[in-house]
C-alpha cells in the first residue's frame, strides 16, 4: 500500500544530506552555507593546481545558489532540518515526481560542471561536489563508482539524475542509498541495518570484478 509506505530510510538519507548542507553546523541551511561551500570548493581545486579565478569563483558561488534554490524551494525548505525531510519526502510522493526532479537536477548538475563540457569528471565530482562536503576520497570513489553507470569514468546528466533520484526518493535500501558515500549501519533505523551491510558487500562485490 502506497499510502502505509515505511519513509524511515528515505527521512534518515535526506536528513544526512541536510547536515552535509549546513556547513556552518547552525541546524539550517541558507545562503552563508553556500558561500562556505564556494570557498572551500576554490580552495580545494587550487590546492591540487587547478586554477580559479576571481571571476570563476564568482560564477561557481552563484551555480551553487542554483544548488540551494533546488533543493530548498528557494530557501523555504532550509529553515530546519524537519521542514527540509517533509519537503523533500512530499515531494518525492508526487505523480510528476520524477519528471519534476529531472528539472531539479540540471541547473546542480551544471553547478559541478566546472568545465561546463556537459559532464561530470573525477576531480569536479571530488572537488566541488564531494569533499566540500566532508567525503573522504575513498567514499567519493565508492560514490562516483555507483553514480558512473556506463562505467565510462565520467559522469553524465542522466546518471547524475538516476543516482539523484534514488538517493531522495528509494524508500528501501538500493544502491544509490550510497551516491554519497558509505553509510554506517549503525546510525540507520533498525529494520534497515541487514540490507545496508548486504548492499556495502555486494557493491564491494562488483568493484573487485570490474578490476578483475
Ligand atoms: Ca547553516
Ligand atoms: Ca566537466
Ligand atoms: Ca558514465
Redesign the pocket.
Known amino acids: 500500500m502506497v499510502c502505509c509506505q515505511d519513509r524511515s530510510f528515505q527521512k534518515y538519507k535526506i536528513e544526512r544530506y541536510f547536515d552535509f548542507l549546513d556547513f556552518d553546523n547552525n541546524q539550517s541551511v541558507n545562503v552563508e552555507d553556500l558561500v562556505l561551500w564556494a570557498d572551500k570548493a576554490a580552495v580545494l581545486m587550487k590546492e591540487d593546481g587547478i586554477s580559479v579565478s576571481e571571476e570563476q569563483k564568482k560564477q561557481l558561488l552563484q551555480r551553487i545558489r542554483r544548488v540551494f534554490n533546488a533543493m530548498t524551494a528557494y530557501g523555504f525548505a532550509g529553515k530546519n532540518k524537519q521542514r527540509f525531510a517533509n519537503y523533500l519526502i512530499t515531494t518525492s510522493k508526487l505523480p510528476f515526481f520524477k519528471t519534476f526532479f529531472k528539472l531539479f537536477c540540471k541547473p546542480v548538475f551544471e553547478a559541478f560542471?566546472?568545465?561546463?563540457?556537459?559532464?561530470?569528471?573525477w576531480k569536479?565530482f571530488y572537488y566541488i561536489m564531494m569533499k566540500p562536503i566532508g567525503l573522504s576520497e575513498e567514499d567519493a570513489k565508492i560514490a562516483f563508482n555507483i553514480v558512473d553507470e556506463d562505467k565510462n569514468g565520467v559522469l553524465s546528466i542522466e546518471e547524475f539524475t538516476i543516482a539523484a533520484i534514488g538517493y531522495f526518493s528509494d524508500t528501501k535500501v538500493t544502491k544509490y542509498a550510497f551516491a554519497y558515500g558509505k553509510i554506517d549501519s549503525d546510525d540507520v533505523p533498525e529494520k534497515f541495518k541487514e540490507s545496508i551491510d548486504t548492499t556495502i558487500k555486494s557493491i564491494a562485490d562488483s568493484f573487485n570484478d570490474d578490476q578483475a
Do not use: A, C, M
Not at 113 to 121: I, P
Open positions: 560542471d566546472f568545465d561546463g563540457n556537459g559532464e561530470l569528471s569536479e
